[in-house]
């Protein structure tokens, strides 16, 4: 066996790297938020700040491997091509929908969705 992938294997192989790191990337965002002090948070903030800096240094050394991998399999790592800023509007648009149902004339009959006490929301 020469120790190279075929295209089907190559493809496998970057398609189950990405998914792993994917999902670093949410651990991380999970430690991470813990620490934004939301009212809706889910995770407890436990963690002490030299437990997500060594947690961070060894998924960066994790990252490395799989890029030398890739590299030494001869697979290209494809670049990013959606604008972080374009998904955060997109969030803020997500965002803007639930809200606006909400809004007393969308609420109908539902006196449980009406607010208690008048406020300044903008529902345009």
């Known amino acids: 066996m020469s120790g190279r992938l075929n295209d089907y294997q190559k493809s496998h192989l970057l398609v ?3 998914y792993a790191d994917n999902l670093l990337t949410e651990a991380l965002e999970v430690l ?3 620490e934004t002090h939301s009212p809706f948070q889910r995770h407890i ?3 002490l700040p030299i437990q997500r800096k060594v947690i961070s240094d060894y998924i960066a050394t994790l990252r490395g491997i799989m890029v030398r991998i890739l590299d030494h399999q001869e697979v290209v790592i494809p670049q990013p091509q ?3 800023i374009w998904a955060f ?3 803020l648009v ?3 929908s639930a809200l606006a149902e909400l809004a007393p004339s969308t609420c ?3 006196e449980s969705c009406r607010l208690t006490r008048p406020t300044k929301w ?3």
Request: proline share 0%.
């Open 16 to 18: 189950t790297f990405q």
């Open 32 to 34: 991470a938020s813990a």
């Open 45 to 47: 903030a436990d963690s």
């Open 82 to 84: 959606l604008s972080s």
């Open 89 to 91: 509007q997109i969030a």
């Open 94 to 96: 997500s965002i803007r």
């Open 108 to 110: 109908g009959a539902m």
């Open 122 to 124: 903008s529902w345009r």
